[in-house]
């Protein structure tokens, strides 16, 4: 294997007597797609956390680009490349899409809100927005208030703005949840193509979109990862029929 772009190291985290996190590690290697599915209070969003700097895990570390990154807060992470998207959407639905890109690529670099309103005057920036845009299909809806898009088109809006701070990894929680069929068929062909940008830890609970998309799945059960292997070994190991995909 190559050097992989992400890795956790035995990640342990407890909230009082609930073992979030038990001995978590795992890799993303260049151009994958890798999964994690669970139930619901397996762990999925604890782990996320600890990832991009959100929560300080108890024990074990994160490797980012080969730098141990467990100690940095969100921002610098964010800053190397470490791009999550589909958290509780930050977008301001009265501004365009153009303005959103615009203000979320300067505004996730730290930048002072002094200079927001110059931002959208900097043509820069401007055209690095417009290109992002392009990239996810979304430049014939730069001038579209956001409120307007549909559900899919504020993810890819989201997916642009993470674009903007050149990723070398993307992480998502729950892309697809919200979404009708149409919309995940057609988020799972972009990402599909998104792969290509960066690789991708996808937690997500539609299994039609993870079993398309997902090189290797990890099966996260009370904090633990039971498994971890192609989509053709987590569905044939006995374990995971048991404990996950209930037979
Ligand atoms: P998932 O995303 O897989 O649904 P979570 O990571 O949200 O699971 O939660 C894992 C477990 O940790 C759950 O039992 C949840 O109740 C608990 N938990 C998560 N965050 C906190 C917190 N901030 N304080 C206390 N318990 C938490
Ligand atoms: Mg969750």
Redesign the pocket.
């Known amino acids: 294997m190559t050097d992989p772009v992400l890795a956790t190291h035995g990640l342990t985290k407890s ?2 007597a ?1 073992q ?1 996190s038990r001995d978590i590690s795992l890799s993303l290697q260049p151009g994958e797609i890798h999964a994690v599915i ?10 996320i956390s600890q990832i991009c700097g959100g929560l300080a895990p108890d024990a074990g570390q994160v490797h980012f680009l080969g730098e141990d990154v467990t100690a940095l807060p969100t921002r610098k992470r964010a800053r190397m490349g470490l791009a999550r998207t589909f958290q509780i959407s930050a977008l301001a639905m009265e501004d365009t899409v153009l303005q959103n890109v615009t203000l979320g690529a300067l505004g996730a670099r730290g930048g002072p809100l002094g200079l927001l309103r110059d931002a959208l005057n900097n043509q820069d920036l401007r055209d690095k927005a417009m290109g992002a845009l392009q990239r996810v299909g979304l430049a014939g809806q730069a001038s579209t208030i956001t409120a307007e898009l549909s559900h899919g088109q504020r993810r890819q809006l989201e997916v642009s703005i993470a674009l903007t701070l050149n990723p070398r990894a993307f992480i998502m929680d729950e892309p697809m949840a919200g979404m009708g069929t149409e919309g995940s068929h057609r988020l799972t062909a972009f990402l599909d193509e998104l792969r290509h940008e960066a690789p991708i830890l996808l ?1 997500e609970h539609d299994m039609d979109a993870v079993f398309a998309l997902a090189d290797r799945l990890s099966v ?1 059960v009370y ?1 633990e990862i039971i498994a971890t292997g192609t989509v053709e070994e987590i569905r044939n190991n006995p374990q995971v029929r048991a404990a996950y995909l209930g037979e």
């Open positions: 909230f009082g609930v979030a669970g139930p619901n209070g397996a762990g999925k969003s604890t782990l937690v996260l904090g």
